[in-house]
Structures are given as C-alpha cells and as structure tokens.
C-alpha cells in the first residue's frame, strides 16, 4: 500500500480515537459534577435535619418555661394559703376577747367576720400594692408639676413603667391588675387641699365581688394612701364615697 493510502486510512482511525477521548473527558467532568451535587444536597439534607432538631428543642424549652410559670404561680398561691393557716392557727389559740375593731374606718359592720379565700387574698394584695403604685406615682407627678395632678392615665402608666416601686410582700402579678384596673377621679392640685387624705384622686374601675353580700373596691386618696371600701351591693358605692369625702363633687 503506498504512503497515500495509509494516510487516508489513518487519518478517520486518528479522529475517532480523539472523538473517543473527548467523551470520555466530558463522561469524566460529568461524573465529577453529579458527585458534587449529592455532596451539596447530602450538606443540605444535614441543615434541614438539624433546623428541625433545634426547633424540636426549642419547643421542649418553651413548654418547659411555661410549665416552670404555672409552678411558680402555684407555689406562690400554696405559700399565701399556708401563711393565711397559720395566721387562722394563731387567732385560735388566743383568748376569747372582744371583738376587735373594722379592719379600717370604712369597712362594711358583719355579725361574723369574712375570712378571704387563698385565691381572694392574693387578689386583694395585688390591688393593693398597685394602687400604692399609683399613689406614689401621681404624688411625684404632682410634685413635678407644683402640686397639679395628671388628668391622663397614660401619663401614670409611663411613669410606673419607668420606675419601679418596690413594696413589701409584693410577689408579683397574678391577676393581671394594672392602670387599666384604676380610673382618675381628681384631677385638681393638691396645693392648699384641707384634707388631702380624704380627697380620692383614683379607684379601681370595677367593685370586686367577694361573696354574696360583700363587695371592696380600692381607692388612692390625695395623701398617696390607698384603703379599701366595702359595700353590700355593687351599686352602693357612691354612698361609701360620700362618707369619706363629704366634700366629693
């Protein structure tokens, strides 16, 4: 065979071997590319996995935070019973005397004295202690503005945001009473007032119900004292007011 020949037989033998190289480079980078792209969905199959176990654990730690809220409220309620026991042990024990004097000028005359319920009395602290909260509150506010008290329960509301107001045997909120409990009831100055301790300046929007014949309601007075009136109809409130503030308008 001469030169001419054998070029012309080697020369398509030449292009297919190069044809066959080339795929097997491309066959080579595919599956490069293909190992890659399991390697990344395997990485993101790993992070959903893991999202999924940290809002698993997230989960359990708010159930759990919510469960420790309800024990501590729980305990708090147990400790008040237990002290109001011990309380009720003591009186027994002592002698038969008379009986003792109204708990405060206002209180409603009963043949036999109510004993709070557990639930009842941590009720009552918590009323009590927040309308001392307003009374300092629309005391200082008052003296900031030479002796004017606010006309506006939002102005009260921010300051006892602001500052806390530390009282004795205060456990914190049980029952949720904040300044949407209490209304203004004066808005006057406190300057050149007779009788300040008689004047009321706050109370609580709605008498409480304590049993059949009992309601209180608890009112702030220009002295920055808080007591707690009583009556026996929640209607009756208006003639307990006029008697400790004779001068009410």
């Known amino acids: ?32 590319q293909m190992a890659t792209l399991q390697s990344q969905i395997a990485a993101a199959e790993n992070v959903q996995q893991d999202n999924n176990r940290l809002q698993e654990q997230l989960k359990s730690a708010t159930d759990e935070t919510d469960r420790l809220n309800g024990e501590v409220a729980r305990l708090r309620a147990e400790r008040i019973a237990i002290q109001k026991q011990n309380a009720a042990l003591k ?36 009323r009590l202690d927040f309308g001392k909260r307003i009374g300092e509150a629309l005391r200082v ?23 806390n107001v530390p009282l004795a045997g205060d456990t914190g909120p049980l029952f949720g009473v904040g300044v949407r409990s209490f209304e203004l009831v004066y808005g006057g ?24 014949e009992l309601w209180t309601r608890m009112y702030v007075f220009a002295d920055g004292s808080v007591q707690r009136l009583e009556a026996t ?17």
Do not use: C
């Open 189 to 212: 100055n406190l300057n050149g007032l007779a009788n300040p301790q008689q004047v009321i300046v706050a109370r609580e929007v709605n008498p409480v119900q304590i049993n059949a």
């Open 233 to 249: 109809r929640a209607d009756a409130f208006a003639t307990r007011e006029q008697e400790v503030w004779p001068q009410h308008p």
């Open 1 to 32: 065979m001469t030169k001419r020949g054998l070029f012309a037989v080697g020369l398509p033998l030449l292009a297919v071997l190069i044809l066959i190289w080339f795929q097997e480079r491309r066959s080579a980078r595919l599956e490069q």
């Open 141 to 163: 506010l008052a003296n900031d503005d030479n002796g004017q008290l606010p006309t506006n329960l939002n102005v009260i509301a921010k300051w006892i945001s602001t500052n």
């Open 91 to 126: 009186a027994a024990d002592r002698p038969p005397s008379t009986p003792p004097p109204p708990l405060d000028p206002t209180s409603v005359p009963r043949t036999q004295p109510y004993h709070y319920t557990p639930d009842q009395s941590a009720y009552f602290t918590e």
